[in-house]
């Protein structure tokens, strides 16, 4: 009888199941230029970065001819892609180029507009369906009626007038509107948006459009003084099209909008949408709230190791962010023993650490009061000797020890 070599067989079987579960999706960013007021090189590369910290994507880049090129020679291979992320305003595409693009969402392609990317190409009357909304160049009536949200619905306004419109830059509320869609399924229904533009009066065909989410544009801040929709899907063909207004970026490069919590968990999040109809990334540990923007330096969720490394720093005055998100997470997992220790020995190092303020470890003795175990007993003794945290380390014992 022939041997069979059963071992070899189940390396290579689990070998073809690890690459199944780790397959990653094709996105593509078109970019290369801009006009005066946006950063394409500053904006296209952050969002990459974004993007492939999901871990869901490969993403390339397509680069077109500066202004004035020959626009011909820009042919993106649109159909290999799972999904296309445009971060172009420029130089019309070619007839062919702009064929090919409608044919692949036409068939089922997906695609991400973002922020200035909505200016461009104004006499496409196939991209400006799929965008649904767009401003500035010479967009008026003709376009399509302004959108906007009151009492709790879309308005369509075809009155006349420009499209295209921002106030100053500043941080704004944003007002979920479609809850259980894919997209916006677990994050926050108000959410605090750091210093960013807020586009209003856009206009377009206004077809097939689902708007998730809105912020008032403030009169104070030379805003319209309406809800103006800042997220909304399209439906094109067999295509889906997630459209988010936010992340201006100019030559300044100053990417504080790229690194709002809000945008870049949209981002992610409406990109796996448009590439596949799902979302599959779980809801962030660290969400932003109605009052303060939460700003993420490295583009993705902070570590537990990052956020104590932060909260050391704290004095009182400052912003709690680090610490409330701290307790945040004890939150989360109080039901998580293993998480629950795991957290318990970092605040037993912040409380052992030197270079920690006396305000971060009152503000932790506090909180390991009610989660924590004997394993805090030693420290909480050291601390209850030094006069700047000896009220709340005695009183951390205390309940403690009475449990």
Same mark, same amino acid.
């Given at each position: 009888?022939?041997?069979?070599?059963?071992? @070899?067989?189940?390396? &290579?079987?689990?070998?073809?199941?690890?690459?199944?579960?780790?397959?990653?999706?094709?996105?593509?960013?078109?970019?290369?230029?801009?006009? $005066?007021?946006? $950063?394409?090189?500053?904006? =296209?590369?952050? /969002?990459?970065?974004?993007?492939?910290?999901?871990?869901l994507f490969t993403v390339d880049v397509a680069i077109s001819p500066?202004?004035?090129?020959?626009?011909?020679?820009? #042919?993106?291979?649109?159909? #290999?892609?799972? %999904? &296309?992320? %445009?971060?172009?305003?420029?130089?019309?595409?070619?007839?062919?180029?702009?064929?090919?693009?409608?044919?692949?969402?036409?068939?089922?392609?997906?695609?991400?507009?973002?922020?200035?990317? $909505?200016?461009?190409?104004?006499?496409?009357?196939?991209? $400006?369906?799929?965008?649904?909304?767009?401003?500035?160049?010479?967009?008026?009536?003709?376009?399509?009626?302004?959108?906007?949200?009151?009492?709790?619905?879309?308005?369509?306004?075809?009155? @006349?007038?420009?499209?295209? #419109? =921002?106030?100053?830059?500043?941080?704004?509320?944003?007002?979920?509107?479609?809850?259980? =869609?894919?997209?916006?399924?677990?994050?926050?229904?108000?959410?605090?948006?750091?210093?960013?533009?807020?586009?209003?009066?856009?206009?377009?065909?206004?077809?097939?459009?689902?708007?998730?989410?809105?912020?008032?544009?403030?009169?104070?801040?030379?805003?319209?003084?309406?809800?103006?929709?800042?997220?909304?899907?399209?439906?094109?063909?067999?295509?889906?099209?997630?459209?988010? /207004?936010?992340?201006? %970026?100019?030559?300044?490069?100053?990417?504080?909008?790229?690194?709002?919590?809000?945008?870049?968990?949209?981002?992610?999040?409406?990109?796996?949408?448009?590439?596949?109809?799902? &979302?599959?990334? /779980?809801?962030?540990?660290?969400?932003?709230?109605?009052?303060? @923007?939460?700003?993420?330096?490295?583009?993705?969720?902070?570590?537990?190791?990052?956020?104590?490394?932060?909260?050391?720093k704290y004095k009182v005055g400052q912003s709690k962010k680090y610490?409330?998100?701290?307790?945040?997470?004890?939150?989360? =997992?109080?039901?998580?023993?293993?998480?629950?220790?795991?957290?318990?020995?970092?605040?037993?190092?912040?409380?052992?650490?030197?270079?920690?303020?006396?305000?971060?470890?009152?503000?932790?003795?506090?909180?390991?009061?009610?989660?924590?175990?004997?394993?805090?007993?030693?420290?909480?003794?050291?601390?209850? #000797?030094?006069?700047?945290?000896?009220?709340?380390?005695?009183?951390?014992?205390?309940?403690?020890?009475?449990?």
């Amino acid at each position: 009888m022939k041997k069979i070599h059963i071992y @070899p067989l189940l390396l &290579v079987l689990t070998l073809i199941l690890a690459s199944c579960g780790t397959k990653k999706y094709d996105a593509l960013i078109v970019t290369g230029q801009s006009n $005066n007021s946006h $950063n394409w090189k500053a904006s =296209h590369t952050t /969002v990459k970065q974004i993007i492939e910290n999901t871990d869901l994507f490969t993403v390339d880049v397509a680069i077109s001819p500066e202004q004035g090129g020959d626009m011909s020679t820009f #042919s993106p291979n649109f159909k #290999s892609y799972d %999904v &296309v992320i %445009v971060d172009y305003d420029g130089d019309s595409w070619s007839d062919e180029t702009k064929a090919n693009f409608e044919s692949y969402v036409k068939n089922g392609g997906g695609v991400v507009v973002f922020h200035g990317a $909505n200016n461009s190409f104004p006499e496409w009357k196939e991209f $400006n369906k799929m965008t649904a909304l767009g401003g500035w160049k010479g967009r008026t009536e003709k376009d399509g009626p302004y959108v906007y949200w009151s009492n709790d619905k879309i308005i369509k306004d075809t009155k @006349p007038g420009k499209g295209g #419109s =921002h106030g100053k830059k500043n941080a704004f509320v944003i007002d979920t509107r479609q809850a259980e =869609h894919p997209i916006m399924q677990g994050l926050p229904l108000k959410s605090m948006h750091t210093t960013d533009e807020l586009y209003g009066k856009l206009r377009g065909p206004a077809e097939n459009m689902t708007v998730l989410a809105t912020a008032y544009s403030n009169p104070k801040t030379n805003g319209t003084g309406k809800h103006e929709p800042v997220l909304f899907t399209i439906d094109y063909g067999k295509g889906r099209i997630f459209h988010n /207004v936010l992340g201006h %970026v100019d030559k300044s490069e100053d990417m504080i909008a790229y690194k709002s919590a809000y945008f870049i968990y949209t981002m992610q999040r409406g990109t796996e949408w448009a590439a596949t109809g799902k &979302v599959t990334q /779980v809801v962030p540990e660290d969400l932003p709230n109605l009052s303060t @923007p939460l700003v993420l330096p490295a583009y993705k969720q902070f570590t537990l190791e990052g956020l104590f490394k932060n909260a050391r720093k704290y004095k009182v005055g400052q912003s709690k962010k680090y610490l409330n998100l701290i307790s945040q997470r004890i939150k989360n =997992h109080s039901s998580n023993a293993e998480y629950m220790a795991n957290i318990e020995g970092k605040m037993i190092q912040l409380l052992s650490a030197d270079d920690c303020t006396a305000d971060a470890k009152n503000y932790i003795c506090r909180e390991i009061s009610w989660m924590g175990s004997d394993k805090a007993l030693a420290v909480l003794k050291t601390l209850s #000797s030094q006069e700047e945290t000896s009220e709340m380390a005695k009183y951390a014992i205390d309940r403690l020890t009475q449990k």
